[in-house]
Antibody, heavy 126, light 106 residues
């Protein structure tokens, strides 16, 4: 059974650094081609993909946020950590982590986000 | 970055109706398009991957189509549990991007 759970502070002050942890079970990031992504959703707005880390430690980031984001993994603990620096009110959102599963079909090699955590709300306010 | 445009942004429909949601991308992405359903207060759920492949357990009234830059998600007979917001996502190139969503309301 695959599960993911996000944890971190519910409230951060402007300019602070946010650290979120995704703790998962039912799969391993040592499995070839397995990945984990982070996604956020401001209140009443759309989903925004933030970052992805792969089994081989390759990392990918949102263009607009890449200078502020760092994603890392601890395979011994089955955790993925996302840090975001210089937080502002516009970063208020629910943050999700999701298992990112590779898939090959009909000559296509792709990914999909098949299991998601419940999300953790983060408010940025002084 | 690849831009995603979903239309309409919202629609009103009745139980039993057939509805089609559209997702257009700013550049061709062959078939690297996923669809997700999100209900209020819940995490998104994967419905369709690679444009037309139904994820495990997704009812057959859902179907995905399209390729290149134009994609559709069709619900053949809307059920009460289908009232939700639907997002498309491209995984052709990083950074991956989502559409702004289509809200399906009664």
């Amino acid at each position: 059974q695959v599960t993911l759970r996000e944890s971190g502070p519910a409230l951060v002050k402007p300019t602070q650094t946010l650290t979120l942890t995704c703790t998962f079970s039912g799969f391993s990031l040592t499995t070839k081609r397995m990945c984990v992504s982070w996604i956020r959703q401001p209140p009443g707005k759309a989903l925004e993909w933030l970052a992805r880390i792969d089994w081989d430690d390759d990392r990918y980031y949102s263009t607009s946020l890449k200078t502020r984001l760092t994603i890392s993994k601890d395979t011994s603990k089955n955790q993925v950590v996302l840090t975001m620096t210089n937080m502002g009110p516009e970063d208020t959102a629910t943050y999700y982590c999701a298992r990112t599963q590779p898939h090959t079909s009909g000559g296509y090699y792709s990914f999909y986000l098949d299991f998601w955590g419940q999300g953790t709300p983060v408010t940025v306010s002084s | 970055d690849i831009q995603m445009t979903q239309s309409p942004s919202s629609l009103s429909a009745s139980v039993g109706e057939r509805v089609t949601l559209t997702c257009r991308t700013s550049q061709t992405i062959p078939r690297y398009l996923n669809w997700y359903q999100q209900k209020p207060g819940e995490a998104p759920k994967l419905l369709v991957y690679l444009a037309s492949n139904l994820h495990y357990g997704v009812p057959s009234r859902f179907s995905g189509g399209g390729s290149g830059t134009d994609f559709t998600l069709t619900i053949s007979s809307l059920q009460p549990e289908d009232f939700a917001t639907y997002y498309c996502q491209q995984t052709y190139s990083t950074p991956w991007t989502f559409g702004q969503g289509t809200k399906v309301e009664i």
